[in-house]
Each structure stands twice: as structure tokens, then as C-alpha cells.
């Protein structure tokens, strides 16, 4: 299995407060990925990044930010939480992004803002 | 606007036959395709992927189709178990670009 943890696996939040999950890998791979899980939308990315300090945006990147400071970990805050960021957050890595590469993906946390 | 499509949310399977789960994408620019398998409060497991020079890619009891002209891919399991119920997603890439598209998914169930 990819070394990839997610961290806090499960958090209940209330509407309006800061929010940031972590990703951490041990795999040195250069690409990392947030994607939301909902019903009958399947996975949706949030944002990527292709190396250090360098992101850029997905299908749903409002109301979200990142940040990559070291190639281990990536960070996903909410800046203001709202009931519609409610979701299964997961984080995935690849080490040549969409050329013909494979995505790992890490156990997931479950969000509820109230 | 979706450029993976699974159009079947469900399907039922009877143990030993063979599962059939479709995936249908939009963007001729895609080159690789994926399928994962994702059981409840799991994340997503790679499963199998097959590169556009090819038409068929087998694994064990999974086999990956595609039909480039269709824009259409499909993954048979044969024979069925129940330890294969499960959310199958599929997945697609393209050379020139850094992101994986995924359809929405498709929950099979196979009935022991």
C-alpha cells in the first residue's frame, strides 16, 4: 500500500470556523491531489499541486485553499466552513500526474459542519 | 460538465457470473484509463488501467475493454464474488495534462 494518512480522519465543525486537513505521504511522489466524495457526484478534484509550492485548481476550489511546503504534506483549509463543505475529503498522489500514471489515494476524512 | 460518464448508479450480480460495468468519457485527448474499487469508509484501490495503444487489458479475473471510435470502456469480473461489492469508479487522463476525470460511479453488488 501507498504510504499516505490522512489526518484528522473524522471532524465535526460548526458553520464559520477555520478548518485544515492534512496529507501526508512517504512515497516522494511529485503530484498530490484533494478530491471531495459526494452522492451522485463521484470524485471531484478540489485542488492539485505538481511540486512545492506549486497548485493549482480544480473542478470545486471555492471556498478552499492549499498549501504545499515540503513534498510530504499537503494542506487543505477551509478558510470559513459552511454546511455544503460537509463531505468524505480524500487526498491522493501520483508521481507523473495524468501521463499515463496511477493515483494512490489515502483513507479519506469524513467532515460535518453544523 | 461531466467528461466521465458511469450511467448505471447500481448493479446486481448473481455469484460466478460475470459483472459488466461501463464507463463512457467526451475528451478525445484522454490516453489513460483506470478503473478503481472503493468499499464503504475505505478510500479508493487501484484496480486496473489500460493505455490507449491497447484494446484490452487482463488481470486475473478483471479485463479492462476499450473501444477508442465509441469513446466508451468497460471492466467485466468474471467469475463474480462477493468480496468484489463494492463502488467501482473509472477514471481518465490525458499525456497533456496534470489531472485524473472521474465518473461518478457505479455501486455492484454480487448476491452470494
Known amino acids: 500500500d501507498a504510504g499516505i494518512t490522512q489526518s484528522p480522519r473524522h471532524k465535526v465543525t460548526e458553520t464559520g470556523t477555520p478548518v485544515t486537513l492534512r496529507c501526508h505521504q512517504t512515497e516522494n511522489h511529485r503530484y498530490m491531489y484533494w478530491y471531495r466524495q459526494d452522492p451522485g457526484h463521484g470524485l471531484r478534484l478540489i485542488h492539485y499541486?505538481?511540486?512545492?509550492?506549486?497548485?493549482d485548481k480544480g473542478e470545486v476550489s471555492d471556498g478552499y485553499s492549499v498549501s504545499r511546503s515540503k513534498t510530504e504534506d499537503f494542506l487543505l483549509t477551509l478558510e470559513s466552513a459552511t454546511s455544503s463543505q460537509t463531505s468524505v475529503y480524500f487526498c491522493a498522489i501520483s508521481a507523473a500526474g495524468g501521463h499515463g500514471d496511477t493515483q494512490y489515494f489515502g483513507p479519506g476524512t469524513r467532515l460535518t459542519v453544523l | 460538465d461531466q467528461q466521465v460518464k458511469q450511467n448505471s448508479p447500481s448493479l446486481s450480480v448473481q455469484e460466478g457470473r460475470i459483472s459488466i460495468l461501463n464507463c463512457d468519457y467526451t475528451n478525445s485527448m484522454f490516453d489513460y484509463f483506470l478503473w478503481y474499487k472503493k468499499y464503504p469508509a475505505e478510500g479508493p484501490t487501484f484496480l486496473i488501467s489500460?493505455?490507449?495503444?491497447?484494446d484490452k487489458n487482463e488481470d486475473g479475473r478483471f479485463t479492462v475493454f476499450l473501444n477508442k471510435s465509441a469513446k466508451h470502456l468497460s471492466l467485466h469480473i468474471v467469475p463474480s464474488q462477493p468480496g468484489d461489492s463494492a463502488v467501482y469508479f473509472c477514471?481518465?487522463?490525458?499525456?497533456?495534462?496534470?489531472?485524473?476525470?472521474f465518473g461518478t460511479g457505479t455501486s455492484l453488488t454480487v448476491i452470494p
Open positions: 489500460i493505455s490507449s495503444i491497447k
Open positions: 499541486s505538481y511540486g512545492v509550492k506549486d497548485t
Open positions: 477514471a481518465a487522463s490525458a499525456r497533456t495534462g496534470n489531472q485524473f476525470y
